[in-house]
């Protein structure tokens, strides 16, 4: 069989299982076997692929269509600039994430020298991330999942930044080390009824415990304003991505404790993602 008919052949079984990004997806889990890249194979549809290799190819398709994510099948994930590794440890990085990444960068100037606390980590994307465009700054990194941190600590040795970020395995309402100047995070926000209300692909994989936040969706996001109050210097900016329907509780939130919301950033759909706020002296 050669790469068209590999193609096809994936392309048809994913269909039929309402996988609407059948023809990516064929293609990438085909490049995954082959290491080859995608416009490598489509510029040699007609070469042959060996008997192995389709049936790596063919078990790799059976996962997809039982909606197992693409990134967990291939184990990686672009993210801002970079590829990261990625297992069922860990969310999968996603494009509104990056708006931590674009706002914290417009904060920090190139060459300044800031402290920063990551919460709940998860694969290390957004601490990393920001690391290699501000690489001055330094950084710690919490999540109370051991086994996201061992992700999180293997993306920092292959990125090469192992050095500069201090990982440590704490819940943010137990953490008590240092002032920093900046807190991010991408915290868990989604309530316990929606959570049974998602794809396939999220609910039967995604870890939970980077998703779910109790009756309201707040639980998370609750303590990390309380502690970041306690962690942030004076001036220190709090930005961290929120739920789709939970700005006016946060807002709320946030004025009780002491923060100035300076900004709230809309993702491409035009709902409220990211917030940045502003510890006040």
């Known amino acids: 069989m050669n790469y068209l008919k590999a193609l096809n052949y994936g392309n048809n079984q994913l269909k039929i299982n309402n996988i609407n990004t059948h023809g990516l997806d064929s293609e990438i889990l085909l490049s995954k076997i082959l290491n080859k890249t995608r416009e490598d194979i489509l510029i040699n549809l007609e070469k042959n692929i060996l008997p192995v290799e389709l049936a790596k190819y063919k078990k790799l398709i059976c996962r997809r269509k039982s909606n197992e994510p693409v990134a967990y099948i291939i184990q990686n994930k ?20 990056e708006l931590v ?7 920090i100037n190139h060459n300044s020298s800031k402290s920063i606390l990551d919460v709940g980590t998860g694969s290390g994307c957004i601490i990393i991330s920001l690391l290699k465009e501000r ?3 330094f950084a710690t990194a919490i999540d109370i999942s051991k086994k996201a941190l061992k992700v999180a600590k293997y993306n920092a040795k292959i990125h090469h930044l192992k050095n500069k970020i201090r990982f440590i395995n704490i819940d943010i309402d137990k953490f008590n080390l240092n002032k920093y100047d900046f807190i991010i995070s991408n915290p868990p926000y989604i309530k316990n009824l929606s959570l049974m209300r998602l794809d396939d692909s999220i609910k039967l994989y995604e870890p939970h415990l980077a998703l779910e936040a109790g009756k309201d969706g707040l639980r998370e996001i609750k303590k990390l304003i309380i502690r970041s109050r306690k962690l942030l210097k004076n001036n220190g900016k709090l930005i961290f991505e929120i739920g789709f329907d939970q ?3 946060i807002r709320n939130l946030l004025n009780k404790n002491g923060f100035f919301i300076n900004k709230i ?4 759909n035009f709902i409220p993602r990211v917030i940045i706020s502003t510890k006040l002296s």
Do not use: A, G, Q, Y
Request: hydrophobic content about 40%; overall charge negative.
């Open 135 to 137: 690489p001055n700054c």
């Open 101 to 107: 990444i674009e706002e914290v960068i417009k904060l």
């Open 265 to 268: 950033c809309n993702d491409m």
């Open 247 to 249: 700005i006016d509780n």
């Open 78 to 97: 672009e993210f801002w600039k970079s590829n990261f590794f990625i297992n069922k440890d860990v969310l999968i990085p996603r494009p509104e994430t």
